[in-house]
């Protein structure tokens, strides 16, 4: 009786500590070489209220008590509607001018997982992909077919001038002029933005949303969309969410990598993030960083870029911003 | 003196057993249940011989020397044309009556890669996802865009009355009139195409190429053009084409998860690929099996289902072929 007791006390205590157990996100808008012509205190103070609002909004559903996967979608939706970051508004244009976005979406309890490629006009791509996800019975949907079945979810639609920018119109005119400045330019920045956190559950979630490379051929996708590549979560390892020269993210399955790393090797999150960071893409010369959580709310965010953009709150309250090397 | 011609020999010596190192190739048609009342002896024939065709074309690039890579595209090109196969012409209908085909191709040697998805009209999507590897700074391209870059460089293009094949229309039309019973086919078989080869310098290479889900929602990707899920290669480990429910096979990065374990846990080929098939995704009820080989040329063909069309042929020239769960 007294041994039932104190099991019945055990397993409540633990449900009560699980149930408190500590929440954290990170989010990124891009890594590359930031440079200060493209730069202005304007500028700059317009980035980091739009990241710390995204990170702030993550969590806030978070301290809710709501799921990871609502928190990733939350503090993704911010960086869409932000006008600076290379997804749904804003976006980078292609070689014909359009924005044709990328996203996806991954339930760390689960496996899960929802992507949409080559769309267009869907104010929150990362929505899409949370639809393919839950009301699909399957995980990628490209093009026309993922229009229509966003459509067919009742999905926010805006015409083109929503989401194309001047600064994204000069940019490409400017690609265009001159294609040796648009390769060096393209070498050097990669601007997706991405989500990972963690709920009071012990669930970890994942999810990315791109315009993709600018000037990029139409019809071209890269890692972000590609699970395994450019977003991967399990609550078995972490949840990663990357931003770089996708080609090389998606040669080298780097979302899953590091989790993979993480699960079969006795390294840590900082140790797996930084070795396919640092060692498999930096040794091929592959640009880039990712953002990643643990089941313990430790994050990482290593790049090997000049900066990233990133912003988290780790699971003791504290917010950290960065956007070069140093944290600020 | 003695000692330099003893290494200049030992050099030699290394040379010429790299040059000759053995060759080994294996094909997939695609795994599921092989239904009795869809098999006639005149139909297992037509498979057994397209099989042989696919291996023993493959085999004899190997044997001229040429690379893994040209040995699995003129495996898969046979599949492609061979309209028992649901890739290219014989493929399965979207739920529009369309024929979408995805295809990849990846380079154990360089880690390059290819990829297609959601593309009409192209005789032999492989050849597309090649041309994406070799001739853009793209690993990934799909629909339109990717008709039209195929379409600049010179790719054959057929009308869609060549790849539909009556055998398909009426599967359309009986899944269209009995959704429980097409809900169950689709469970029960996936019939994509692929291949994987060791050439004589020691490099692998794989290929796969599909038309995807019968009735499925248009736009709909599966694992097939998924680096890391339906396709992957890598010298270090193995080289991988899988066939199976592409969601599951996405969610779990199958083909990567295979060289991964290989790499960084003491799992040999067998182990490796047995893992993956038989526990990982049989555990969460993911039909479907893989062909692999490493190295060496050890072949690897598990798979979870009733049967897989497979063949193969080994380091010593052994010629294997197999449709139910025993090689025959």
Avoid at 200 to 225: I, Y
Wanted: overall charge negative.
């Amino acid at each position: 009786m007294l041994r039932t007791l104190l099991l019945a006390t055990l397993l409540f205590l633990t449900g009560a500590a699980m149930a408190e157990s500590p929440v954290a996100i990170t989010i990124h808008g891009g890594a590359g070489t930031i440079l200060p012509e493209n730069m202005t205190a304007e500028r700059e103070q317009a980035i980091r209220d739009a990241l710390e609002r995204s990170a702030r909004a993550g969590h806030a559903a978070l301290e809710q008590g709501r799921p990871a996967l609502e928190a990733v979608v939350a503090a993704i939706r911010i960086l869409e509607d932000a006008p600076q970051f290379n997804a749904a508004r804003g976006a980078v244009l292609t070689n014909t001018g359009t924005v044709e976005m990328d996203a996806s979406i991954m339930d760390g309890a689960t496996l899960d997982a929802g992507a949409v490629a080559a769309v267009k006009g869907i104010r929150h791509p990362v929505e899409a992909a949370l639809h393919v996800m839950n009301d699909s019975p399957h995980v990628m949907m490209i093009g026309e077919g993922a229009m229509n079945f966003a459509r067919d979810h009742g999905l926010e639609f805006k015409s083109e001038d929503w989401f194309i920018t001047d600064f994204r119109r000069q940019q490409l005119e400017a690609m265009q002029a001159d294609e040796q400045a648009a390769q060096a330019r393209r070498q050097n920045w990669y601007s997706t933005v991405g989500a990972v956190a963690l709920d009071a559950s012990g669930n970890l979630a994942a999810a990315t949303s791109t315009g993709g490379m600018a000037n990029k051929q139409w019809g071209r996708v890269g890692d972000s969309p590609i699970i395994g590549a450019g977003t991967y979560a399990d609550n078995r390892a972490c949840a990663v969410s990357a931003t770089g020269h996708g080609e090389f993210f998606i040669r080298h399955v780097a979302a899953y990598n590091i989790c993979s790393l993480m699960r079969l090797t006795d390294m840590s999150l900082d140790e797996a993030a930084d070795h396919v960071i640092n060692a498999t893409l930096k040794d091929v010369g592959a640009d880039g960083g990712v953002i990643a959580i643990d089941p313990s709310g430790r994050i990482s965010m290593p790049f090997n870029t000049p900066g990233m953009y990133r912003a988290a709150i780790h699971p003791d309250g504290r917010f950290e911003l960065g956007i070069y090397r140093e944290s600020e």
